[in-house]
């Protein structure tokens, strides 16, 4: 017998503890031992829930029990979860977490101390919720030279661009639309502002290359400036809006950004709606694999929390970690990467537009008062050059094909 104990018992910890007694038959057949819950921490009472038989409002319970052997997190935030981290693997009990913000800043350390104390640190639900791709970067794309990862990776933002996309509503609508339907928290800040989206690519570019890539290192635009006359503009030329986090190989040099982009129906990421995420890798032999599903949510989460729980069940007694090294990681600046950008200005500035940037094309039939067009591939410094010299700038988003 295999004990868990679950610490936090909200929507993703009573989701681990759904999943394994639902599919209790099938976990324990992958595991090859049988999976129990012994414990579930939680500061509150839960009268009348099962879960009273099993839970206690003190760590010391769980981390002074020799006979649990796994300890599953779903409680979020820094403090008290790398504590509680920290403790578990020193005790030689195995951790896995859905908490993307401890992976983000603390990944390297945790599986150093896994390494020390022959246990493992695992973590699938921390960037795609309910999609695979932790541990098929690590495992099963090892023959590859990744030279690009981009993600849909808020399910939040993703709904909300969807929704302005499909229905022409505007920002702060969406916004209010997306929090009555508990998409989106009364603070919306992490989501919208694009951090959520850069503590997950952070933890892919760190696995993908070895080393430690700082989220506070990735220059990041979130969704806020986004309008429903941006969206006009992309219905008309048959554009999406998506809200991108990625991270790209080009010779030495590894760059990283999470910013807005619009998308043709070419690109593989552009079907991905709703709350849906989805997350391109590009290797130079395998070429593109997508992959796509839940983003969030609590089965879909705590399916991948349990995925792990099951690896380490089958790995009790050997460590399988992937290279993750303290060492920074230190970026090339983003600004170098090359993009086509979208440009909208008001009418008074059409002048300067055709001089500084002789656009193929002007659409200045979609909003009244201004005028859009595209821009030749350009870095993000030259871009920035010819817009100084430029008034009456209203938005500018990049673009991909």
């Known amino acids: 017998m295999v004990n868990i104990a679950v610490l936090g018992y909200g ?28 414990y579930v921490l939680d500061l509150r009472d839960f009268p009348g829930d099962p879960v009273e038989e099993i839970l206690t409002h003190d760590f010391e319970d769980i981390i002074n029990d020799p006979e649990v052997d796994i300890v599953a997190e779903a409680m979020g935030g820094l403090n008290p979860a790398f504590t509680f981290a920290k403790r578990t693997l020193e005790a030689g009990k195995n951790y896995c977490t859905s908490n993307k913000a401890l992976v983000a800043a ?48 808020n399910g939040t933002t993703n709904y909300m661009l969807t929704k302005m996309n499909t229905e022409g509503v505007s920002y702060d609508a969406v916004l ?33 290359y070895g080393q430690q890539v700082d989220f506070e290192d990735i220059p990041t635009t979130g969704i806020s ?23 790209r190989k080009q010779g030495d040099k590894i760059y990283s950004y999470v910013a807005p982009t619009m998308v043709s129906d070419k690109h593989p990421l552009f079907p991905v709606n709703g709350v849906l995420n989805g997350v391109l890798v590009r290797g130079n032999m395998l ?70 940037f002789v656009p193929k094309e002007i659409y200045d039939d979609v909003v009244e ?21 430029m008034d009456g700038v209203l938005s500018v988003i990049r673009r991909e094909d």
């Open 11 to 38: 929507t993703v910890g009573s989701g681990i503890v759904e999943v394994i007694k639902t599919n209790q038959k099938i976990v324990d057949a992958k595991a090859n031992d049988q999976l129990h819950v012994k």
């Open 106 to 153: 603390h990944g390297a350390e945790l599986m150093q101390i896994a390494k020390d104390n022959h246990v493992n640190f695992m973590f699938e639900a921390a960037v795609g919720g309910g999609i695979p791709i932790i541990r098929p970067l690590y495992q099963c794309l090892t023959a590859d030279d990744i030279v690009e990862i981009t993600g849909i990776i």
């Open 176 to 208: 209010k639309q997306a929090q009555e339907l508990g998409y989106a928290e009364a603070d919306p800040t992490a989501d919208v502002e694009g951090f959520d989206a850069t503590r997950k690519i952070a933890i892919l570019s760190s696995l993908t």
């Open 225 to 247: 400036k986004i309008t429903d006359k941006d969206f006009a503009y992309a219905n008309k030329l048959g554009l999406g809006i998506k809200l991108f986090a990625s991270v």
């Open 287 to 356: 070429g593109d694999t997508m992959f796509f599903g839940s983003g969030a949510g609590k089965l879909p989460t705590a399916s991948a929390v349990v995925s792990d729980i099951v690896e380490e069940a089958k790995n009790l007694k050997n460590t399988v970690l992937p290279t993750w090294t303290p060492e920074k990681r230190r970026l090339a600046d983003a600004e170098d990467l090359a993009f086509v950008y979208f440009v909208r200005a008001s009418k008074n500035a059409m002048f300067d537009a055709k001089n500084l």
């Open 369 to 389: 008062g201004e005028f859009a067009f595209f821009t030749e591939k350009m870095s993000g410094k030259e871009l920035a050059e010819k817009l100084a010299k």
